[in-house]
């Protein structure tokens, strides 16, 4: 059994759609990033950088110890090879998926996630203009990527389904929110069109479905509130007596 440690958002999602492909047993635990369960003392030992998803394999393969696993896509290339679906097994296939992985959280996850984040702040602390321009035309040239990637083959890591497809859809099923017109990436459409109608994908995006909050319903002193929670945090201070020297 694996408990994931879980709120509705993109990178949630990618880890249930992954435990809903592979077929794997699981708890979903919530973690609640709007009121900051996310920084208590028992899930920052589960995820150092107080951010989830994450994963515990309480019955992991050969026993032993409960595994631990943090970063969505860490947690998915676990939940693949555990139960030996979605990522070829050869060096040069399981590398294909890898990279189109590690695309996706380090440039559609974190692009795709600072335009939503000026989009919603929209004029409250200045003019956006720059920051909306920059990162618009960032997630244009990404979903471009995605297009050009997939005018030759069916699926993004080549032809067959793998944890790399799983792993961007989410950041996509908003296209329209983020400003894009699907019609100009027609290899993307038809591409994301065949993954939106997967069962395991339609059971993974729906978890916790009803725990999200729509933000343009909130008053602004509550907005402000979990922005406060969300965004801007500084480092975490250390113990003052680490088990190792300093210097």
Known sequence: MIDVHYWPTPNGKKVTIALEECGAEYNVVPCSIGTGEQFSEAFLKISPNNRMPAIVDRDPPGGGAPVSVFESGACMMYIAEVSGRYCPTDLAGKYEVYQWVMWQMANQGPKTGELGHFLRLEDRAGDQSYALGRFDSEVNRLYGVLNNRLYDRRYIAGDEYSIADMACYPWTVSWD?????IDEFPYFKRWFEEVSQRPAVQRGMAVGSDWA????????????????ILYNQRARPAPEKGKLPTQ
């Open 177 to 181: 929110k983020q400003g894009q017109d």
């Open 213 to 228: 909050q729509d933000y343009s319903q909130l008053s602004d002193e509550e907005r402000e509130r979990i922005i406060a």
